[in-house]
């Protein structure tokens, strides 16, 4: 079965303090991984899409990165304004429109 | 810039109203979605259109129906809602083409039924 599972569910930083969030995946022949950023009471901004092992794509403090199994989203010493739920989301492995969406990490920086 | 507009951003309903949520894109995407998200069970699929007139059912169809008239415009319907369709609805859009491709998301729907 299609899966995604996010880690950890919640995550408290220091402003500075540099971490991870991890998207781990379980579809046959990736298509495609989506990274989003959702605030509060709003809808999900997208922020990455990476397509294959090794690949990274970089967004101010933001870096995705990833390998067959699982992505992460690395984070560099982060701000306040960096808090907010991060989704992952993959294609499922037949058909195009039933995407998979992690639970998120709710991601919180303090000052 | 692309954009995704939702018709409310907060909605209170009475059970067995009939409730309408509409979303209109303007980055002339040929797909649309409608979800709804819930604490601790993250968005799920409700319909899918791919084209006017044309609609897929998601994971959660039962108690909604939907609309496209036109490419740029996706409805949502609760015919009769009910307490437990209280919820945040999303409107996502996305191209269609040589794919797959990310999802634009709208602002949010939270609606109420009481």
């Known amino acids: 079965e299609d899966q995604v599972t996010q880690s950890p569910e919640a995550l408290r930083l220091q402003e500075g303090e540099s971490s991870s969030l991890n998207c781990s995946y379980t579809v046959s022949g990736l298509r495609g991984l989506f990274w989003y950023r959702q605030d509060p009471g709003k809808g999900p901004e997208f922020l990455f899409t990476l397509y294959s092992a090794g690949e990274e794509k970089e967004k101010e403090r933001l870096k995705a990165t990833l390998t067959k199994k699982e992505s992460f989203l690395h984070i560099t010493a982060p701000k306040p304004e960096d808090s907010a739920t991060y989704l992952c989301?993959?294609?499922?492995?037949?058909?195009?429109?039933?995407?998979?969406f992690g639970t998120g990490t709710r991601l919180k920086v303090l000052a | 810039d692309v954009k995704v507009t939702q018709s409310s951003r907060y909605l209170v309903k009475r059970t067995g109203e009939k409730v309408f949520l509409e979303c209109v894109q303007d980055m002339d995407h040929e797909n649309m979605f409608w979800y709804r998200q819930d604490p601790g069970l993250g968005l799920r699929l409700i319909y899918f259109?791919?084209?006017?007139?044309?609609?897929e059912k998601g994971d959660i169809p039962e108690g909604y129906s939907v609309s496209r008239e036109k490419k740029e415009r996706f409805s949502l319907i609760l015919e009769s809602a009910s307490t437990n369709q209280t919820s945040m609805y999303l409107c996502?859009?996305?191209?269609?083409?040589?794919?797959?491709?990310?999802?634009?998301f709208g602002p949010g729907t939270r609606l109420t039924v009481t």
């Open positions: 996502a859009s996305s191209p269609q083409g040589q794919g797959p491709h990310e999802q634009y």
């Open positions: 989301a993959v294609p499922p492995t037949s058909g195009t429109y039933k995407y998979i």
């Open positions: 259109s791919y084209d006017v007139k044309m609609k």
